[in-house]
């Protein structure tokens, strides 16, 4: 099982440019999520999905989207990119929906740079 | 302001000895807490999540503490070695989402 990946793993991009970040996970999870990561401060939550045909905000949601396309896949999208983005993206995947029973699996990141 | 505050915020540290990292976090965990260990370049892994009924949790070298009435929990490495190099998240659960700590980056030297 390859568990949770993201592509692509690098991207920079030009302020205004758009562009999707892909996640998959084989883990037959129902939920899915993702999270930016920038120096010096915890994860954040962008979206979540508790299961296939939801999405709901997290913490940070402004300037992306989200589509659950399927039970495995979760994409980002940025539709006008600004160098506020510029972090570490992190797709993660559980069983369940509860953060005190579920345990979260990360992919390896994709690290964006707009410039 | 983060609910989860970590110290130190690094720490470098030779092969063989111990060293413990501080979480304090301000959110009443529903039921647990964990820690996470994240490679550079790599997503965070768990390590262990500790519930209430658990003030120790061990795994390999890695021991949890969790102190509910003071809101702190602490990740001791014990023997430590060079695979160890990385940050060690606290993450605490509230209510849909997890709220993590900015971490501690342990740097371990030969």
């Known amino acids: 099982n390859a568990g949770v990946t993201q592509t692509p793993k690098f991207q920079v991009l030009k302020t205004g440019q758009s562009m999707t970040l892909q996640c998959a996970q084989d883990?037959?999870?129902?939920?899915m999520y993702w999270y930016r990561q920038d120096p010096g401060m915890g994860l954040r939550l962008i979206y979540y999905?508790?299961?296939?045909?939801?999405?709901d905000k997290g913490e940070v949601p402004n300037g992306y989207n989200v589509s659950r396309l399927n039970k495995r896949e979760f994409s980002l999208r940025l539709e006008s990119a600004a160098p506020s983005q510029t972090s570490v993206y992190f797709c993660?995947?559980?069983?369940?929906?509860?953060?005190?029973?579920?345990?979260?699996?990360f992919g390896p990141g994709t690290r964006l740079t707009v410039l | 302001k983060n609910q989860v505050e970590q110290s130190p915020q690094s720490l470098i540290i030779l092969e063989g000895k111990n060293c413990t990292l501080q979480?304090?976090?301000?959110?009443?965990?529903?039921?647990?807490l964990r820690w996470y260990k994240q490679d550079t370049g790599r997503g965070p892994v768990s390590l262990t999540i500790?519930?209430?009924?658990?003030n120790t949790k061990s795994n390999g070298r890695y021991t949890a503490t969790l102190d509910a009435d003071t809101k702190q929990s602490s990740l001791h490495i014990t023997a430590s070695q060079l695979s160890d190099s990385a940050s060690y998240i606290c993450?605490?659960?509230?209510?849909?989402?997890?709220?993590f700590g900015a971490g501690t980056t342990v740097t371990v030297r030969a």
């Open positions: 993660a995947s559980s069983l369940g929906l509860s953060v005190n029973t579920d345990t979260q699996y």
């Open positions: 883990m037959n999870h129902n939920s």
């Open positions: 999905s508790a299961s296939e045909g939801t999405t």
């Open positions: 979480c304090n976090y301000t959110v009443s965990p529903f039921s647990n």
């Open positions: 500790m519930t209430f009924s658990e």
């Open positions: 993450v605490d659960p509230n209510d849909y989402k997890l709220s």
